[in-house]
């Protein structure tokens, strides 16, 4: 039985993937700069018997493998995984703790780049066991580096051949280890940005009256973008709306009025139409304070895709994963999930579904992602290779979901 051997080869190899994980953890890369972690990954994939392998995609750090079921032609399956981390100073005391000073795979990154190459070495195991084939997409810059982007509009990496379904998946804190999670909404929402930058007239601190004062009118506008999300929208919509940073004037002298005041934040909601109304209530609300009170405002504001999993690959997934895990530990997930994922630039043009990999243990405190002491459960890696691998080779045979 198939599922039997992808389970022996996935135990098989976890020694390896392992070794592989915590090197990648000890050498992480910031997005677009993933030049050492393509070179191993480009490495392990030429190993593989069958495996086409087509480095320097992406700008340059990106890795598809291409392999062929030996049973003939067929659907084409896309597996992907980010490989990117974060700049943050690692305090997780690891013997495999990074080594570059303030960066660090706080999101788990590693872990899906290995497990990902934990499913191509299973699946070119069994490549006389298929007809088809397989995209393996190690995708860099996920973390704000546009490499999704990169990956579908010029590398074309949905074309030759053409892509019937992608699937992906990340290690997620709030599931418990051992369990794969799959939401019935939003697995990541429509992630936005904004930006208000509130111009005055600077002075002297003590004579207010003949300025424009930026930071006041600023701290107008800030209470009035909480009525956005309180008062604007229904309380059932999913929507955030968060001010992350405000600057004005030098630190270092308390007695001037400054010129300007600039605001930045960030937006999440699950629909689109929300992103829309929210830009446009930011924009709104900031003229408007800013004219009643003699000042200008300059407002700017984007938004990305969503990660929708397609229904039918939910049920699909659920029963491939089961195989794998046990039915019983098959989560469906009903909570629309605000995070932002470019996996959005694939699902919104190609069926598929999106996974939520455990890693929680009972009793035990989990760091969130982006945490400094953020830790992956290393038990994780062969359960997804075996549970990718199982994805893969169940649509190949279906030829649909």
């Known amino acids: ?24 953890h000890q050498h992480p ?3 677009m700069q993933e030049h050492r972690t393509a070179q191993k990954i480009a490495e392990q994939l030429s190993k593989l018997e069958g495996m086409q392998v087509i480095p320097q995609v992406a700008g340059g750090t990106g890795v598809i493998g ?25 305090n997780t ?14 999101c788990g990154h590693d872990g899906h780049t290995s497990w990902l190459l934990g499913s191509a070495k299973i ?8 007809a088809g084939t397989i995209k393996f997409v190690f995708q860099p810059g996920e973390e704000g580096g546009g490499g999704g982007r990169k ?48 111009i005055g007239k600077g002075g002297h601190g003590s004579w207010p009256h003949q300025c424009i004062d930026p930071i006041a009118v600023a701290n107008q506008i800030y209470g009035g973008l909480q009525q956005i999300v309180s008062r ?48 446009a209530d930011i924009k709104r609300i900031s003229e408007g304070i800013a004219q009643a009170n003699g000042a200008q405002v300059e407002v700017s504001a984007r938004y990305s895709g969503a990660v929708i999993n397609t229904p039918q ?33 694939y699902i919104s043009r190609v069926p598929g579904a999106y996974l939520f990999a455990g890693i929680a243990k009972p009793g035990v405190e989990t760091p969130g992602l982006h945490a400094s002491n953020f830790m992956l459960d290393e038990e994780v890696i062969p359960r997804m290779s075996a549970v990718f691998a199982q994805i893969a080779m169940d649509y190949l045979e279906k030829g649909s979901f």
């Not at 067929?74 to 990117?84: E, N």
């Not at 699946?123 to 298929?130: G, P, R, S, Y």
Request: proline fraction near 4%; hydrophobic fraction near 40%; glycine fraction near 6%.
């Open 66 to 90: 291409i392999l062929h079921g030996k049973k003939g032609e067929g659907k084409t399956v896309l597996l992907r995984a980010d490989i990117d981390a974060l700049p943050i100073e690692e």
């Open 151 to 198: 990956m579908v509009l010029e590398d074309k990496v949905l074309e030759n051949p053409t892509v019937d379904a992608v699937f992906a998946a990340h290690a997620w804190p709030d599931v418990e280890a051992g369990k794969v999670a799959i939401a019935r909404k939003s697995a990541f929402g429509h992630p936005g940005s904004f930006s208000i930058k509130v």
């Open 232 to 279: 604007r929208l229904p309380e059932t919509t999913a929507r955030v709306l968060s001010v992350c940073t405000i600057h004005s004037g030098p630190q270092d002298k308390g007695n001037i009025i400054p010129d300007c005041c600039t605001m930045t934040g960030t937006i999440r909601a699950d629909k689109q139409e929300v992103m829309e109304q929210m830009i």
């Open 29 to 31: 890369e910031l997005s």
């Open 123 to 130: 699946l070119a195991d069994l490549q006389n066991e298929f």
């Open 313 to 345: 690959a939910i049920d699909f997934c659920a029963e491939a994963a089961a195989k794998i895990v046990g039915k019983e530990n098959i989560q469906l997930d009903d909570e629309p999930h605000l995070g932002g994922e470019d996996f959005s630039e």
């Open 1 to 24: 039985m198939i599922t039997e051997l992808i389970k022996q080869k996935a135990e098989q190899y976890t020694p390896e993937l392992i070794a592989f994980r915590r090197d990648l």
């Open 93 to 106: 005391g690891l013997a495999c703790t990074s080594q570059e000073a303030g960066v660090m795979h706080a």
